[in-house]
């Protein structure tokens, strides 16, 4: 019988619960607040936090915290708004802590 082969998924590291797919890895290249984090187009099974102001490595943002839906681990947050001009890009895409994510279906 052959093996059904799904999406690469990214999961929590807790629980185990799909949090984002590998398709929508945007960069690889951020750091979040207990080192290396990736940036991504979208997550799914999460729960956000309230927005807050934060200033952060490239400047003053608003982002509010994504936590596991079915945990509630924080895994990362999502940028809301960006106020330099050269940050706008990260707008309603999320981060998620490289320590925090598991890899499923590699």
Known sequence: MAEVIGPRLYCCCNCRNHVALHDDVISKAFQGRN?????????????????????????????ADVYCGDCREVLGWKYERAYEETQKYKEGKFILEKSKIVKENW
């Open 35 to 63: 080192g290396r984090a990736f940036l991504f187009s979208h997550a799914m099974n999460i729960v956000m936090g309230p927005k807050e102001d934060r200033h952060l490595m490239t400047g003053l943002h608003t982002v």
